[in-house]
């Protein structure tokens, strides 16, 4: 069993800076999906076992950066020129894997965290 824990979201301005974190143990791979009201969850970030292979969705390209600790096993997501459509819960999401390997789609992982709310106001 993989025990997810989130933490890191609030209530940011325009162009603000946020970063969340999400803490787990083992041979995993992570993501972040985000989920506004009303809308389907969508992929944000992922990271490899290793961290060294990252995908990102469109939408945050060149603003969010995802990272990992590989001592302590945390991962962050580094979200920079926040927008308010970028107002949403934020789950972090891991399964196990192998190294080189990647996943962006929800079904593909099996650990999921609580959630953590991001707010962006305009």
């Known amino acids: 069993q993989v025990h997810l824990v989130e933490s890191g979201g609030g209530l940011v301005q325009t162009g603000d800076s946020l970063r969340l974190s999400c803490g787990a143990s083992?041979?995993?791979?992570m993501g972040w999906f985000r989920q506004a009201p009303g809308k389907a969850r969508e992929f944000v970030a992922s990271?490899?076992?290793?961290?060294?292979?990252?995908r990102y969705g469109e939408a945050v390209k060149g603003r969010f950066r995802v990272s990992k600790d590989t001592d302590t096993s945390i991962v962050y997501l580094q979200m920079n020129n926040l927008k308010p459509e970028d107002t949403a819960v934020y789950y972090c999401?891991?399964?196990?894997?192998?190294?080189?390997?990647?996943?962006?789609?929800?079904?593909?992982?099996?650990?999921w965290g609580q959630g953590t709310q991001v707010t962006v106001s305009s």
């Open positions: 083992g041979m995993i791979a």
């Open positions: 990271i490899s076992y290793g961290g060294t292979l990252k």
């Open positions: 999401a891991a399964r196990r894997a192998v190294s080189g390997a990647i996943y962006t789609r929800e079904e593909e992982y099996t650990f």
